[in-house]
């Protein structure tokens, strides 16, 4: 404890430099992190080394990035953000990490999700979480505990999901609260953001919402119900008028990717004050789910190089959960980086992937963590040579198939169980259309491999 506090008093020495000139001091503020992480394989060298990169190019469109969040942004907010996810989510929560991973011979996450709740005010077309139901609900004692377990293990980073997380407000400003070292995400729908909640998000300064949007006015409303783009719009101006950060979160399909990452919405995403956007491939989940949603492979493609073009080109953050699998090895699920929590306290391998063996009422996280099906992910991880078809059941469905079969999972879905060769029969289109051209890129981007 000791050591964190020395840590923590030497990153909040150096933040004190960037409220004077942050353009000019954001160099000291790197000689400080490089200090505080030290050396060896613990230390994210090449990560910090590409951040350095940014700071010291005024004309790299992410150094403007950088500088707008401190422009832009709540000052308290900015440290609160710095010291719980650069300093204890990473500098000091990953070694912690990395030594249960050697003890355990287990996947360790660096992010923990979870469902605080399976209700939902709106009712999306293609969402699986409509299937729930609305009466499932982690208590906040259970939420507490496992964010006790998690910082056990290291884990400083959570994130929401749903259901709609914001449905339980007030827990999860108590949640805040109780544990200021940790930095919570959390996805949603955005239409329950108000001035009060706004206040309490100043307030703990440890809460960021990514705020789900389907694109432009019609394609939102669309999808998620008359009137949802405005509510959007009006959380976004309330957030930018409060100084708070905040992102987006887009899922693009085969009926809107055209609008949803172009330039002109991407531009429109700046404007709102939006420091970050994750996208995310539509997944055909659960009974109801719509296959036609699937994005083809020449969309797919178009979304590959576009996310790197914006990434290249505009102050804004963007992240493909599928097409950046070449950056994190692969498969991120089944506690690798990360793994989910159902508000009926399932664990999953992934947000995507709803079968399970264990249940946080009766396992501890780390039992979990070393049941069949987690290790079967373990032991299986990378799913795929080419990280560009990362995922054991979009892209190799026969492994999912496997995977649950063979470590006795059953489905989390407790109002509509989906059986994994149903899901899977979705996907095996899918898959042999997109391996020739992710094949392609991957030799592209990869020569050496042959």
Known sequence: MKYKAIKEIALKTALGYLEKDPEKNMPKLMNWVDKLAGTGPDSFESQRAAVRAVVEDPTNNMHQLILNLFNDVDRD???????????NANILG??????????????????????????????????????????????????????????????YFYIYTGGEPLVRKEDLIKICRKHNDCVFLSFTNGTLI?????????????????????????ATD????????????????????????????????????DSIASNEFMDHMIDWGAKFVWYFHYMPVGNDAAPELLPTPEQREYMYHQIRHIRATKPIFAMDFQNDGEF????????????????????DPCVFIHYSDSNIREKTLLEGLQSPIFMAYHDGQPFNHNHLRPCPMLENPDLLRKIVKETGARS??????????????????????WKPKADELWRQSHPEDK
Not at 194 to 218: R, T
Request: glycine content about 8%; overall charge negative; proline content about 3%.
């Open 328 to 347: 994190v090895g692969g498969c991120i699920a089944g506690g690798r980086r990360y793994f989910h929590i159902n508000a009926n306290g399932d664990m």
């Open 222 to 257: 669309g999808r998620r119900g008359h009137g949802t783009y405005q509510k959007v719009i009006h959380a976004m101006e309330i957030l930018k008028k409060k100084r708070l950060a905040f992102g987006l979160s887009c899922c693009y399909t085969s009926k809107n990717i």
């Open 194 to 218: 108000d001035e009060a909640f706004a206040d309490q998000m100043l307030e703990v300064g440890n809460f960021v919402p990514a705020i789900s949007i389907e694109g432009f006015e019609e």
């Open 94 to 155: 990953w070694p912690i990490e990395e030594e249960y991973r050697k003890k355990y011979n287990c996947n360790i996450p660096w992010v923990i999700l979870l469902d605080p709740t399976s209700a939902c005010n709106l009712h999306c077309t293609g969402c699986w979480a409509a299937e729930y139901g609305n009466k499932l609900n982690l208590s906040f004692e259970e939420i507490d505990s496992i964010i006790t377990q998690g910082k056990e293990m290291g884990v």
């Open 412 to 433: 989390t879905d407790l109002q509509s169980p989906e059986t994994v060769d149903h899901l899977c029969d979705k996907c095996e289109k899918y898959a042999a259309c």
């Open 77 to 87: 907010q900015l440290k609160t953000f710095f010291t719980n996810f650069i300093l």
